[in-house]
């Protein structure tokens, strides 16, 4: 019979106010490398509060949405 282990789970915040200026410019850096593009959902619409159910089953939603705009090229 295989003995029983323990695993510990540490938790870290990362305090965005303490970072260090290289830090800083490393944020900077990735950020401008990425465009953002929103979508928004109305809570109160019957059809946008099934289109978020079926979008929080989606466990890669980044990838599952470029892999579509593929398919749309």
Known sequence: MAKPFHVQVFTFAI???NRTKAH?????RYSQKRDVKRV???????????????????????NWV???IDELT
């Open 66 to 68: 470029k892999q579509k």
């Open 15 to 17: 305090n965005m106010n």
């Open 24 to 28: 800083r410019e490393a944020d900077s």
């Open 40 to 62: 928004s959902f109305n809570k109160e619409n019957t059809q946008d509060v099934e289109r978020l159910r079926k979008l929080k089953q989606i466990p890669d939603f980044s």
